[in-house]
């Protein structure tokens, strides 16, 4: 039981940290766009583009309810960051 768990664990933290590294690069990029709709565009097909790579790249077979947590994750430091950004500008 505790191996099957430090297993999922592991896969959660390594899947929700690399959607936060990504979130941050997109939400400066959708800074950049300058396009409301493009941003938003572009945040959903990168989180569907990385949700396919993180899906191969870790081997993950776990089921559609196991994804809430990095997508999540993914959407809040996203808009955080093109919020952060955008406020800078207008100061």
Do not use: C, D
Request: net charge positive; hydrophobic share 60%; proline share 1%.
């Amino acid at each position: 039981m505790g191996e099957k768990f430090n297993k999922w664990f592991t896969q959660e933290l390594q899947a929700v940290s690399l959607f936060a590294v990504i979130a941050v690069v997109i939400g400066y990029v959708s800074f950049l766009m300058n396009s409301s709709l493009g941003s938003l565009i572009l945040a959903i097909a990168v989180l569907v583009g990385s949700i396919l790579i993180t899906r191969k790249l870790l081997k993950i077979k776990q089921s559609a309810k196991w994804w809430f947590n990095p997508i999540i994750v993914y959407l809040f430091i996203w808009i955080i960051v093109w919020t952060i950004f955008y406020n800078l500008t207008i100061l």
